[in-house]
């Protein structure tokens, strides 16, 4: 990942959290010092590695990788543009007219 915000936001979960590093580590299956490899010795992480020390911290990988947060409603019409692709333009037409 070329981009560090995503550490930046990381980070201050894992301070929210009340957690350590260690624990979350472990928790999430790997060893004792994986997380601080990727958040001070500059390792990048695989997308589904970085998702489960989400799943641990607790916090939306959503959230760490791009910087916004989803709610069930926005997964809600995620999941349905992705099981009825036929309906995306329409659907990405209404958006940006009701946006302007």
Do not use: Q
């Not at 260690?22 to 060893?31: M, T």
């Not at 990727?38 to 997308?47: C, F, S």
């Amino acid at each position: 990942m070329k981009n560090d915000e995503w550490k930046i936001r990381l980070i201050a979960a894992i301070k929210s959290s009340g957690k350590t590093n260690r624990a979350i580590s472990l928790a999430a299956g790997f060893g004792p010092g994986y997380l601080h490899s990727i958040l001070t010795e500059g390792k990048d992480p695989t997308v589904e590695r970085l998702l489960a020390i989400c799943d641990e911290v607790p916090v939306s990988g959503i959230h760490i990788l791009y910087g916004v947060d989803v709610n069930p409603d926005d997964i809600e019409i995620l999941r349905a543009l992705k099981d009825r692709p036929e309906s995306r333009a329409g659907i990405l037409s209404l958006i940006k007219t009701t946006v302007r």
